[in-house]
């Protein structure tokens, strides 16, 4: 046999091994892209006392899943603008819930052009550009040519807002108040960082503490005019450790008597700027908790950008509480019915609590109890004392009705796990065949789910 020949016997196998390659990464992507559906009951709009709360299906969030996307979704979800029917499903795709969207925004903006919103949503599952402002709640600048992203928010009617504001009495208000954004912050602390030769973001005797603030040279290119959030997370915990950038860059600037008045004014607004970052790193500060809660009118539902994601920010209607509450979307709740809502408390989320559908505090049972609401815990738990109390015939009795109802709940359980994995299977299967059928523009560069 030639070697011709034998080239063209191994050249099917190379193509079938790569499109089985393929495949697989499909089937892993589709995985990742099915979200299981919560039940939880809401009553909007909040002020209509007399209707009863409505039972609905929330989306949960697994792996690092598109914050932003779901908090659209569940946004849409809770107003009642969209309904995932049946009632009965468990999971849904990416697919389902843009078709619902896009339906949804053909219907409510039929005299208005909505190219811009619909060409983002397929990035939406990795991530979206947004620049906030530092001294506005609801003041972001838009990122790319169209401002997709922006437009997509507004003819959604959802209102977008953060608190990651500056006070106006702190002493890096004037800096920036000037600045405005976090993107020209990122640029005014890379080009100050040029100007002092790399001694701005390196600390003296903490070089290795502040390896993942960018830097000019080699790394900070990619910082300036980036988005990317996060840019100084892990950078300084402390106000210690801030004290030590500031005082470096104060020994820099002496170093460097040649400077001109505009280079030395640059960096000094830079230390202001990175002195503001590293004391918010939650990107929550006090004031803008404080305006947040009296900008919003009782019963609002909004998307809050904090920590570089999305979630979906609800202030409670009820006059005696008018407090601020996130939707928990954490696919590890998604047996702890009595975990809906997280009332926030502080900029950092230690003093956070969570509450269920009627704003109740609740306590998640977990470990053995996981899945059980409170009472139902406390049930379990009681019936396991009283156990304690029988004599050793009632015990083994007992024992003996214990083993044989876990044999039948283990069966029963071997049966939904098999009827699970089946429907799991075959949605899977659904998203691959349309997945063939539709194939969003691709983007050239892949971002994580890390929205800035």
């Not at 003819?155 to 990651?164: C, E, F, P, T, Y």
């Not at 009820?318 to 996130?326: F, G, H, I, K, V």
């Amino acid at each position: 046999m030639s070697s011709s020949s034998s080239q063209q016997q191994l050249t099917p196998d190379a193509d079938e091994a790569a499109s089985i390659q393929q495949n697989q990464h499909q089937h892993r992507q589709s995985i990742e892209e099915v979200w299981f559906l919560k039940e939880i009951t809401f009553r909007y709009p909040p002020n209509s006392t007399d209707a009863a709360p409505k039972r609905v299906k929330i989306i949960t969030q697994n792996f690092n899943g598109p914050c932003s996307f779901i908090a659209i979704c569940n946004i849409l979800i809770l107003r009642g603008d969209i309904e995932i029917l049946p009632y009965g499903r468990e999971n849904v795709s990416y697919e389902f819930l843009s078709q619902l969207v896009g339906e949804y925004l053909l219907l409510t903006c039929p005299d208005v052009d909505i190219s811009a919103a619909l060409s983002i949503m397929p990035y939406t599952r990795k991530g979206m550009d947004l620049n906030p402002l530092f001294t506005g709640a609801t003041s972001f600048r838009p990122a790319g040519a169209t401002g997709g992203e922006l437009k997509l928010f507004a003819q959604a009617n959802i209102k977008l807002v953060h608190g990651w504001l500056v006070d106006p009495d702190s002493p890096e208000y004037p800096v920036l108040q000037r600045t405005k954004d976090y993107d020209s912050a990122v640029n005014l602390i890379a080009e100050a960082d040029h100007v002092a030769n790399g001694n701005l973001v390196v600390a003296e005797g903490e070089s290795s503490h502040y390896d993942d603030v960018p830097q000019l040279g080699g790394s900070s290119s990619a910082a300036a005019g980036s988005s990317a959030g996060g840019s100084f997370s892990g950078a300084a915990g402390s106000s210690s450790s801030a004290g030590g950038a500031v005082s470096g860059t104060s020994s820099a600037i002496r170093a460097h008597n040649g400077l001109s008045l505009d280079d030395k004014r640059k960096i000094e607004d830079a230390i202001a700027i990175r002195t503001f970052i590293d004391h918010t790193q939650s990107q929550l500060t006090y004031y803008g908790l404080f305006t947040l809660a009296s900008l919003l009118a009782p019963g609002a539902l909004v998307a809050l950008f904090r920590n570089s994601h999305l979630s979906v920010l609800y202030k409670s209607a009820n006059p005696e509480d008018s407090a601020l509450y996130t939707l928990v979307t954490d696919y590890v709740f998604l047996h702890e019915p009595s975990v809906v809502w997280e009332r926030i408390e502080d900029v950092e989320g230690g003093a956070s609590t969570f509450v269920d559908s009627d704003f109740v505090r609740s306590s998640p049972a977990g470990g053995d109890y996981a899945g059980h609401t409170a009472e139902s815990a406390l049930a379990a738990m009681e019936s396991h004392m009283a156990s304690l109390t029988l004599t050793p015939e009632e015990q083994a009795d007992a024992q003996l009705a214990r083993q044989l109802q876990h044999m039948e709940d283990e069966g029963e359980h071997e049966l939904r796990a098999r009827n699970r994995q089946a429907r799991m299977e075959k949605e899977q299967q659904r998203i691959l065949d349309e997945a063939k059928r539709f194939k969003p523009k691709t983007k050239k560069k892949d971002r994580d789910c890390i929205i800035m």
